[in-house]
């Protein structure tokens, strides 16, 4: 009977070996900056995309960067101003949602869902913190600072990649944030405390 046990024992931690094999290794990720982003279709075929994974970072590093929306000028049109603590959602026009369409397909739908979900969000989080939302109809945005000088953005600059969420206090410069990570942005940017009924 002990060996019976002995022999079980040994076969249970055989089995659960850490060493690499080929059913229990982890596939090898690939690395961004060396790879194109590759992607199947139904009949199983790979498909290069026309982007590599490093040009998708940077579009994305570009994007939350308020320097890359900066103009000088709204080409005569009237922008949404903006003077007090605000969250802004901006969202994107027809013409960029065809575009979308066109590039990611059926993928459109669930980026505009997960999209819309974390706006949702984000807009009550903020609520509840006191903090006015807005979702500007307009192309470009004036926000005035406390020093009564104005920062004028255009939404659909290069850097801009359809959805974009900006917080704003008149006493600092616009920031672009990502709105999964509301809480931690607020108040690293509002300098205070999430209300304590907030996740």
Sequence with gaps: MKRLI?????????????????????PEKADPFTQDSVKQDDSGQVEESSKTEEENWNAYYRSMDINNYVVTESNGHTPTVIEQDAIVFVSPDSLEVQEMI???????????DDNNYYKYEADQFMTQNGVKSVNPKTRYLKFIQADSKTLLIDTKSSASRGWT?????????????????IREEFEKYFNRKAAANNR
């Design 6 to 26: 002995l022999f079980i024992f040994t076969i249970q931690l055989m089995g659960c070996s850490t060493q690499p094999n080929e059913t229990n290794r982890e």
């Design 102 to 112: 066109k590039e990611l397909g059926d993928d459109f739908y669930t980026v505009a």
């Design 165 to 181: 969420t900006i917080l704003f206090q008149p006493d600092s410069l616009p920031k672009v944030i990502n709105p999964v990570d």
